[in-house]
């Protein structure tokens, strides 16, 4: 997909700026009639560059960066921060997707990785030292356990449905055994769970296997047999699980909130910026994976109809442009002059806030959790926008300038979460709610730490929107739009089509 936007993007000769990060979204006007009007961005030299541009397209992708335990490419760490930063509306930013997944080359660990029924290998931090099959304590029958592994197969990603019952579980105590106890976990495709017994599988795994003739006495041969390319796969990023373990986690996947926009996909309350793809907010709570492909294509074909039907003609005016560029760079340059004076590397703060978001605002949330979190998260923010981080190079200025957008935007994801919280919507979607008066997650589980809230079905007819203004961070509820009905007759739609009445 990218390689063919690339050609294309070749073939029709648009020029490209490369190694160019843009640090800060420009706009002009009050509230009410705020717009777009280009971006600040710093250069492979360290200098500041203003672009103007009548219009705005955001495609930035989801917010990788964010997370500790993530499977977005390590070069990707998102954006949506910058335009948080410029107050720009976000709708459903708690909603979201997190799996399984490896973490040294990041790879989601569904489908057969998980039906071979690998075992599950948890060790202290060195990644070494007492090495332990950690699920064997939560299922007195191994061939449950072993059922559940299977299961996690099609069941991928979390899903808080498939807590009781289902393998979700499995997720839970992967998030147990890293999170909370510190330790690390790994998949050994070499041997099978101590006691393995294919007969001791339930049904639905016993009959799978059995039809794909999946009964060799390894899980590493069972892969072999059934999916050698996902052995090959890995082996050409460097690891061998024929001979090594698969270091795992749970992690962010998708966003499938974002910034909002209407059915042109402008953002709702600046003019001229066009979220497009992940960073657009309109996935839903629980979102097929091919959808979200189709969202991005479409929405961006129609930003870009609207913009060339609607916005041909350009109606910037360079003084306001340059007014909002010399406001940005006196921002940016003493943010980056206070890094100057700064000793905490932008590594510190980077895994400060990862890390806070990947135990509190991940998959497993909870009321105090989340209290705690948004406080810790409003104090880095005040701290890092006071102090900055480390800079000694265009390349660290870069980092902390990309640190600044991240800590904000975690700040805003984390409130937001704690209103959904708080709203009483219960556990939807990729996210499970602890609460004591809830139900109770497994019997193996300490029911005081280990229940969860229902989904309260009453929201999904509503939508959660989210805005900074005034350094305040402001969450409300609204009425979700209804999917029109509509008696269009061809002949009339077509012709309000050729004259371009669809864009008014």
Known sequence: MCRALIAEVKRRKI??????????????????????????????????????????????GGPGGLYKTSVYPVVHTGAIGLALQAGAMAQGLPEAQYGLASTQFRWNVSGTYMQVVPRFISTDADGKSNPREFMRDYFPKIGKMNSMVFLKGYQW????????????????????????????????FRENPEGFDFRGLEKEAFDYLENSKAFQKTPIARLQHMNPGAIGLYKDHGIDITKEMLEVAVCAQHNNGGLAGNSWWESTNIRHLFPVGEVNGSHGVARPGGSALNSGQVGSIRAAEFIGNVYAESDLKMADFNKAAKAGVREVSGFLKRCGKSDTGWREVRAELQGRMSKAGAHIRSLKGLKQAVKEAKAQVDVLEEQGCKVENATQA???????????????????????????????????????????????????????????????????????????????????????????????????????????
Request: aromatic share 10%.
């Open 15 to 60: 020029p490209v700026q490369e190694k160019v990060n843009v640090v800060e979204l420009l706009t002009t006007g009050d509230d009410r009639e705020k717009r777009a009007c280009g971006a600040l961005a710093l250069n492979a030299k360290g200098e500041l560059v203003a672009y103007a541009a009548d219009n705005v397209v955001f495609a930035v």
């Open 398 to 504: 870069v980092q902390a300038l990309r640190n600044r957008q991240l800590c904000f935007a975690h700040w805003v994801y984390l409130a937001a979460t704690l209103h959904h919280v708080k709203s009483e919507v219960g556990s939807r979607g990729s996210a499970m709610v602890r609460d004591a008066s809830g139900q109770r997650a497994h019997k193996q589980l300490d029911p005081a730490e280990w229940c969860f809230l229902p989904e309260n079905e009453t929201f999904r007819d509503k939508v959660q929107e989210t805005v900074v203004a005034d350094g305040k961070i402001k969450n409300r509820w609204v009425k979700r739009r209804a999917i029109p009905e509509s008696n269009l007759w061809f002949e009339t739609a077509w012709a309000d089509y050729r004259a371009g009445k669809i864009y008014k």
């Open 157 to 188: 990603p979390f899903d808080s449905k498939k807590i009781i019952g289902g393998s979700s579980i499995v997720d839970i105590l992967v998030y147990i055994e890293t999170a909370l106890n510190g330790r690390r976990v790994f998949l050994d």
